[in-house]
């Protein structure tokens, strides 16, 4: 059950689909994938949300299906039967909740209200759907939320889309960002998957948010650190500023006061979660290595990925 919510953080964006004729769901569903999403969520909207959760969860079996606008523990039943691996439902109804729970049935309840919050927790609920976000404040809403409520992570929903997507990007009340701009209902039935790839790639673009953050050079001792930072200062007028282990000239630019990782000195990228980031470099086949972790395992503030790239190591930094 943990481990569906943690994947749904990972991956950090959620499709929230409305699918009116089931031959569509596959190539849907593929669309995702291809633009680099492995998560559905399903709505009861139509006629068709059952019968379209059965066929991806037979054309997908790895992709992470779920059920959306569950309002009633029959449908819920009906969801999972189907092969819903998580229920969302916009509101908080207590008796679903219960009935998820009983069934061990990973459930994501809607809440906006502090009283809403404090219910889901009584049920040890902290992940929680907040629908319709934008009317109820969007971010906003969600950080003033999170003001005396710590222990819980919102999805909010309603009005994100890929102008407003990186507001929410990096921030750490934000469980994953859920809606229907991934795969519009009208792109599905026109037939306009590759725009939905296309949608899907640049949201994760911006969800990951990378940037090159500096280079680093490796010098052999402190002294030779201080004279390459101190040369690119003379030179270029950044800021010389020293360190501990390196010392830095301008943001853009550290010297090691040892050998570092990789060959040629190592390269950080900035990232609005390197959790998130992780998660998307191992879809692509680059590793992380882990030990060379700073901050915690919650809340990791660098890592190096496990292979060099030219010579030079690479390691996220967290923006
Ligand atoms: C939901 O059920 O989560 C919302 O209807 C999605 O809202 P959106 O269409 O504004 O993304």
Redesign the pocket.
């Known amino acids: 059950m943990k481990d569906i919510l943690k994947n749904i953080g990972d991956i950090g964006l959620i499709p ?1 689909v409305v699918i009116e004729d089931s031959m569509l769901a596959v190539p849907a569903a593929k669309a995702l994938i291809d633009g680099g999403l492995n998560i559905m ?1 399903i ?1 009861m909207r139509t006629e068709e949300g059952i019968k379209s959760i059965e066929k991806v969860r037979k054309a997908f079996p790895d992709m992470l299906v779920g059920s ?2 569950v309002l009633s523990i029959e449908k819920a039943g009906e969801c999972v039967d189907a092969g819903a691996e998580f229920v ?1 439902s ?1 509101g908080f109804d207590p008796e679903l909740v219960r009935w998820c729970q009983e069934k061990d049935v990973v459930v994501i309840p809607g809440a906006v209200t502090p009283t809403e919050v404090r219910q889901a927790l009584k049920f040890n609920i902290n992940i929680l ?1 907040f ?2 976000g ?1 009317i109820f404040g969007g971010v906003k809403g969600c950080e003033a939320l999170y003001g005396p409520y710590r222990m819980v992570k919102f999805i909010p ?5 890929l102008k407003n997507l990186v507001d929410f990007a990096d921030k750490p009340y934000i469980h994953s960002i ?4 991934l795969c519009p209902c009208s792109d599905i039935n026109n037939k306009n998957f590759d725009k939905i790839t296309a949608i899907v790639k640049e949201s994760i673009n911006i969800l990951l948010g990378f940037e090159l953050a500096h280079i680093g050079i490796n010098a052999e001792n402190e002294e030779e650190s201080l004279s390459f930072a101190k040369t690119f200062s003379g030179i270029f007028g950044f800021n010389l500023k020293e360190g501990n282990s390196s010392n830095f000239s301008g943001e853009g630019i550290e010297v090691n006061k040892h050998k570092g990782a990789g060959a040629m000195g190592h390269i950080a990228i900035r990232t609005n979660s390197i959790p998130r980031a992780a998660y998307y470099l191992r879809q692509k086949g680059y590793g992380i290595d882990w030990n060379t972790r700073k901050g915690t395992e919650e809340k990791p503030v660098a890592v190096y990925l496990d292979n060099e790239i030219g010579g030079f190591a690479v390691h996220l930094l967290q923006k």
């Open positions: 929230v969520e709505t959306g606008t969302v916009p759907k629908f319709p934008g929903t309603g009005g994100v889309g859920g809606g229907s701009w």
